[in-house]
């Protein structure tokens, strides 16, 4: 009973900005979208983005420029030397590869587009992360695999017709919450 409580107490409780991140991917150059998911952040403080693969060009990445960047390539970013040094200009502390694993505001983070078979599983089942960000389905995820809480924030361009979204996490309070794109 108490952890139930413990729980509706923490729904309640609006997400705070100091440990706030905005998780997005599968942007496919939908700038449109990209645009939207930006105010968002804007609006919600988020000032740290994880972006999980196929913004596709530089043009769509510049972007990003105001916000520290984590970025994972994606099996659409073809320009990837280019995109990494892009995001070192923006700021030294940046980051660019094809996977990520690290500390974020004091939880254990990785982050991987998905596009290479059992990378985001085995990096979930590993053990040693408190969150897996993953993208390429275009599907949202929030799930548990063994101590990782496995996260797709959805798509926000490509050929698939499902809602657009971008996710909003909390790390520190294990808060997630999925945005939907009017």
């Not at 968002?40 to 769509?60: K, Q």
């Not at 070192?88 to 996977?99: I, V």
């Not at 500390?103 to 599983?121: F, K, T």
Request: with cysteine.
């Amino acid at each position: 009973r108490g952890a139930a409580r413990h729980a509706a107490r923490l729904a309640g409780r609006r997400m705070s900005s100091e440990n706030l991140i905005g998780v997005l991917s599968d942007t496919h150059n939908n700038v449109a979208n990209l645009r939207k998911a930006l105010e968002i952040f804007e609006r919600r403080g988020v000032r740290r983005l994880i972006h999980c693969g196929d913004v596709t060009t530089l043009a769509t990445l510049e972007w990003l420029a105001d916000y520290r960047v984590l970025y994972v390539y994606g099996n659409g970013d073809s320009d990837s030397g280019e995109m990494r040094d892009m995001l070192l200009r923006y700021h030294p502390e940046n980051y660019a590869g094809l996977t990520y694993g690290g500390d974020l505001h004091g939880m254990s983070v990785a982050a991987a587009h998905g596009h290479l078979p059992g990378g985001v599983e085995t990096m979930a089942r590993s053990g040693e992360y408190d969150y897996v960000f993953h993208g390429h389905t275009h599907h949202r995820r929030d799930e548990r695999i063994g101590r990782s809480r496995v996260i797709n924030p959805g798509a926000l361009g490509g050929l698939h017709r499902q809602e657009r979204s971008v996710c909003l996490v909390d790390l520190a309070a294990g808060q997630v919450e999925f945005v939907l794109l009017e």
